[in-house]
């Protein structure tokens, strides 16, 4: 891969996105490859993903305006399309995936931070939805995602006004975790990770899926969804062990996944 690298710490996988000269930029290549490295990470031993931008400049500086410049309707329809659905894939990984924000996060790059599960950001992180500058709306799910993170008055603020944030304000809106100084970020979403990966994968990744897919629908059809997901988790080897162990006063020193 030109523009991916993938790199395993234990059981936590690191996509960095590399293509610097364009701080980052998503063209399709770099779509492509992102598509592919979430293919094949293997779920049997990687519990949580982190997601990064290389450099300590910008974590993806939005979709490649020079590759967008010239679309027709069905191109730009088409781009539109293969985004929305490598970030959907993202934001449905059975694992939670962390974005470690470390510099810019414009248009398609808040995008993508907005796909993940969790996002903490360095101090020079800048966010923000400048799409209507350029002529366009956002086109990878900042109508929609940015509007159920931080509510739909300021997500509105900043998608009109296309003024981006600070990390200070990104944390105080909820968007971030946390933020931290830039040359702590990696090892902060390590530790983070580490936390998710020593508990139970099976139940984790149902806690993902109950979240997500309960937000879309109303209050007691979400419940079901709690009660049928959890009800999912007995029987399995984490469960028996987790329980057991409490009982027996024993610490649980990894889960099977199993
Ligand atoms: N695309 C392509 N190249 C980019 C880029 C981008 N988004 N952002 C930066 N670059 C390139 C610059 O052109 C420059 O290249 P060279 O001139 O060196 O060849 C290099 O990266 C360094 O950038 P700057 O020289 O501009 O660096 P500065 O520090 O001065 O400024 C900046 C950094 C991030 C403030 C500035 O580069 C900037 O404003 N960049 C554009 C940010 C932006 O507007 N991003 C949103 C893009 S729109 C859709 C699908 C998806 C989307 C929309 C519709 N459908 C098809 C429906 C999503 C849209 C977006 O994401």
């Known amino acids: 891969m030109q523009f991916i690298k993938y790199e395993t710490h234990d059981a936590i996988g690191i996509i960095t996105i590399d293509r610097q000269e364009a701080l980052n930029a998503l063209n399709t290549d770099v779509l492509n490859e992102l598509d ?13 993903v982190i997601l990064t931008g290389a450099g300590t400049k910008s974590f993806v500086a939005g979709a490649d305006i020079a590759e967008m410049c010239h679309l027709s309707h069905a191109e730009g329809k ?4 293969k985004g929305l659905r490598v970030f959907r894939k993202l934001e449905l990984f059975p694992a939670p995936v962390i974005a470690a924000v470390n510099g810019y996060a414009l248009g398609g790059g808040c995008e993508l931070a907005l796909s993940c599960d969790i996002r903490i950001c360095s101090e020079n992180a800048m966010f923000g939805q400048p799409e209507v500058t350029l002529g366009i709306t956002p086109g990878f799910g900042g109508t929609q995602r940015l509007a159920r993170t931080i509510g739909v008055g300021k997500a509105k603020e900043m998608i009109y006004t296309a003024k981006p944030i600070k990390a200070d304000e990104a944390y105080r809106l ?10 702590e970020l990696i090892p902060e979403a390590i530790k983070l990770a580490e936390k998710i990966a020593h508990n139970a994968p099976i139940a984790v990744r149902a806690c993902k899926e109950a979240i997500n897919y309960g937000l879309q629908v109303d209050i007691d059809s979400s419940l079901r ?7 999912s988790c007995f029987e399995t080897a984490d469960q028996v062990a987790g329980m057991e162990a409490f009982l027996a006063k024993k610490k649980i020193d990894k889960f099977q996944n199993k």
């Open 78 to 81: 088409r781009f539109s399309h």
């Open 174 to 183: 909820g968007l971030v975790n946390a933020v931290y100084p830039q040359a």
């Open 36 to 48: 592919g490295v979430i293919n094949s990470i293997d779920l049997d031993t990687i519990r949580v």
């Open 225 to 231: 969804i709690e009660g049928n997901i959890f009800g």
